[in-house]
């Protein structure tokens, strides 16, 4: 079956400490790739997302994500994280061509520590 | 423009009862997903649809259904209630065309379902 898996479910980290959070995959075929973040008492949001082409992508707020296709990976990374981003991270993948449903890892807690 | 609007936001119902939420999409989307999330599961697919028309379904019981009006408005129903079926309820909707933009998916608040 087709899922996604998020390594990490609960960092802590200092306030300018760099961030990577693991996102691997179980697809059969071409995938599109997200990652949506849901600040505290806000609605979930899109954070990045790839389709195509390079395969280093860039988001909001400093975020970038790495697509692997050999390692079926999209990571995502910041070099030095702040308090605001306190949130949860969400992996999210569906199939190319026509629409098939998105889904989702089970999330990543992040704390950042001032 | 207007964003997703889940109603209502908090209900308390009991095992055995029935519920009925409802989602408006953004103007012009024509796609509507619904999520259940709860902690330590992040969110799982309950279904998808398009025009009226179921396109996906995960792997939720029968107990779980939902429909789309034509103005793109969808509702889900979840009919005699279990207490495992508190989470907070998501509806996302997409322009749900064939294309990775149509796939982005933009989230309501939720509607948090807490069943006794």
């Known amino acids: 079956a087709q899922s996604v898996s998020q390594h990490n479910h609960h960092v802590i980290l200092s306030e300018a400490a760099s961030l990577e959070l693991g996102c691997n995959y179980s697809?059969?075929?071409?995938?599109?790739l997200f990652w949506y973040v849901q600040y505290p008492g806000q609605h979930l949001q899109l954070l990045l997302k790839?389709?195509?082409?390079?395969?280093l992508v860039k988001g909001i707020k400093g975020f970038e994500a790495e697509f692997i296709k050999s390692k079926f990976s999209f990571n995502l990374r910041k070099p030095s994280v702040q308090w605001s981003d306190t949130a949860e991270y969400f992996c999210a993948v569906n199939l190319s061509g026509g629409y098939q449903k998105v889904t989702f890892g089970i999330g990543t807690k992040l704390q950042v520590i001032p | 423009k207007a964003g997703v609007t889940q109603t209502p936001r908090y209900l308390i119902k009991t095992r055995g009862q029935q519920v009925t939420l409802s989602c408006s999409p953004i103007?012009?989307?024509?796609?509507v997903s619904w999520y259940q999330q709860t902690p330590g599961q992040g969110l799982q697919f309950l279904f998808e649809?398009?025009?009226?028309?179921?396109?996906n379904k995960g792997n939720f019981p029968g107990r779980f259904s939902g429909r789309q009006f034509s103005n793109s408005r969808s509702e889900m129903n979840v009919s005699t209630l279990e207490l495992g079926d508190s989470a907070l309820y998501l509806c996302?909707?997409?322009?749900?065309?064939?294309?990775?933009?149509?796939?982005?998916?933009?989230f309501g608040a939720g509607s948090r379902l807490t069943v006794l």
């Open positions: 697809y059969g075929g071409t995938v599109n």
């Open positions: 996302a909707s997409s322009a749900g065309l064939a294309g990775g933009g149509a796939n982005v998916l933009t």
């Open positions: 103007s012009g989307h024509r796609s």
């Open positions: 790839y389709f195509s082409g390079d395969p």
């Open positions: 649809y398009f025009s009226e028309t179921q396109r």
